[in-house]
């Protein structure tokens, strides 16, 4: 395990992979945008998936998560990070919307 | 001694690796927290995206072949680092030293572009203090700048000494911390782009 962890910091072909990979991603994201053949919501589903697919392959491919040794800190650190971020932003959202819902009659 | 006995029979190879590998990942746990405040931003911005206070929104300010020129321009300078935290691996002194003043130099085109966009939304009357939504906005972008400008200094204050000393030790620590911190601020950028410059767009 800590061979191919030192592999991947001292080989050139993750990082020239998830560059690759990452033109991929952002060219569909661009022609998404600009030919506007999906709607509303489709085109954010659309946006939202292919972001976060972009993020995930410069993780591995550029910061190398999960390509540790065995206690996989790396990756727990940040699978809790990503459960704290889900709380706040999913959080923040339903609050929000329900206190604009219960705000109605008087904004309107 | 006793505990370089027990890493030895963990397979730890030696203690030189072991504060090495323990830098790196003190430095990931900044990271994550790094990331948590950006979520925090990201929280804000989906809660008040569409508060303009009538004025115009993510559709009408930006523009996307711009935004696109600024995304490539990142991930250019994120994968040129990850050359730089291999050649750096390989003991490679003068790749090492040309993969991150190019990760510098892209860095410093994209800080132009960025300040370039944000004197022309204040100049046309949108700056920060017009509505929620450019509140969030020059905030989340802002911050993410001031990280990219942090970057840059953090490029040259590490590549004196390489240059002087060759690669050490601690100048492999060191790069590989830098590397990882380019490498992040290209993935706050990824969410940034998604959703503030592609998802305002419709």
Known sequence: MLDRHHGWNVSYKPAILGFIFSLILIAAMYRFAIHHHLSGVAFSWAIFGLGTTTALVQLVFFLHVGMESKPHWNVITFAFTVLVIAIVIGGSIWIMNNLDYNLMPMSH | ?202
């Open chain 2, 1 to 202: 001694m006793k505990l370089a006995k027990i890493n030895a029979q963990e397979g730890y190879p030696d203690t030189h690796h072991d504060l090495h590998s323990k830098t790196v990942f003190g430095f990931w746990v900044y990271l994550v927290t790094d990331f948590v405040l950006f979520g925090t931003f990201f929280a804000t911005f989906a809660v008040l995206h569409n508060n303009t206070y009538g004025g115009p929104g993510a559709a009408q300010l930006f523009k996307l072949p711009f935004a696109l020129v600024q995304t490539l321009l990142l991930l250019t300078a994120a994968f040129v680092s990850g050359l730089g935290g291999a050649a750096a691996h390989r003991k490679h002194k003068g790749a090492t030293i040309a993969f991150f003043a190019l990760t510098m130099v892209l860095g410093i085109v994209f800080m132009g572009m960025e300040l370039n966009e944000f004197s022309r939304l204040i100049k046309a009357g949108h700056g920060w203090e017009k509505s929620a939504f450019l509140s969030i906005f020059f905030t989340l972008v802002g911050t993410h700048g001031i990280h990219v400008l942090f970057a840059i200094l953090w490029v040259i204050a590490l590549l004196i000494p390489v240059i002087k000393e060759g690669i050490t030790a601690e100048s492999l620590r060191r790069l590989t911390c830098l590397r990882m911190f380019w490498q992040f601020l290209n993935i706050i950028w990824v969410f940034i782009f998604t959703f503030v410059y592609f998802m305002g767009d419709y």
